[in-house]
């Protein structure tokens, strides 16, 4: 069954420090999202992105966080310098219709700034 | 009013107990209603998801959605311990255009053998 990979599984940086989390979507999904989660918390929705440009973001995405599709197969959440309140899982998901079923996450990148 | 509410739990029943989870919510414009299960630091994997009011069922699990009283439950028979996991309700809004997932928290249940 198609998945999407996620790496790196854990990273821990210092504080300051910019980090990237890669992705790779499922191959035929054009809808790709970075979700995170605060150990304890609800999922929250970060950014939605299609068509080569972000669709939506969330109060939480500011200017720190960026997303970009380098290569039409890896989807990356760039975050410039980071916070100790940055610590978190992020998931990314992907999709290609609406519905229900449509979602697929990965695993998650357990983010630690220290 | 948070938009989805989800009572975090933990939740703890014997093998073999029927389990209710719940979740409401405010907004009348979500469309699909999903569960996810979640293992430790693990992504979200889907169960069910419904669109209308009604039941939907799926082996030992039900999924219900009552869009009038903005209710949705999942129910699981016969739980066994591998159905320990953390529980997450999510549906689907379409804002200009764009659609993404809001979850609730998250229920947290324990099946002992």
């Known amino acids: 069954e198609p998945e999407v990979t996620q790496t790196p599984s854990h990273q821990v940086t210092q504080m300051g420090q910019e980090v990237i989390l890669r992705c790779v979507p499922i191959s035929n999904h054009l809808y790709f999202y970075w979700y995170r989660q605060i150990l304890g918390q609800k999922v929250e929705f970060l950014v939605s992105f299609y068509n080569n440009e972000i669709s939506e973001k969330s109060e939480i995405f500011d200017d720190q966080f960026s997303v970009e599709r380098p290569d039409g197969s890896n989807f990356t959440l760039k975050i410039r310098s980071t916070k100790l309140e940055d610590s978190a899982m992020y998931f990314c998901?992907?999709?290609?219709?609406?519905?229900?079923?449509?979602?697929?996450f990965g695993s998650g990148t357990r983010l630690t700034v220290v | 009013q948070k938009e989805v509410e989800q009572d975090p739990g933990p939740l703890s029943v014997p093998e073999g107990a029927i389990v209710s989870l719940n979740c409401t919510y405010s907004?009348?414009?979500?469309?699909?209603f999903m569960w996810y299960r979640q293992y430790s630091r693990k992504g979200p994997e889907l169960l069910m998801y419904t669109y209308s009011s009604g039941n939907k069922e799926d082996g030992r699990f039900t999924a219900q959605v009552d869009k009038s009283s903005k209710y949705i439950s999942l129910f699981i028979r016969d739980s066994q311990p591998s159905d320990s996991a953390t529980y997450l309700c999510?549906?689907?809004?379409?804002?200009?255009?764009?659609?993404?997932?809001?979850f609730g928290k998250g229920t947290k249940l324990t099946v002992n053998p």
């Open positions: 907004n009348s414009a979500f469309q699909y």
């Open positions: 999510a549906m689907t809004r379409t804002q200009g255009g764009s659609e993404k997932l809001v």
């Open positions: 998901a992907s999709r290609n219709n609406g519905g229900g079923d449509g979602y697929t």
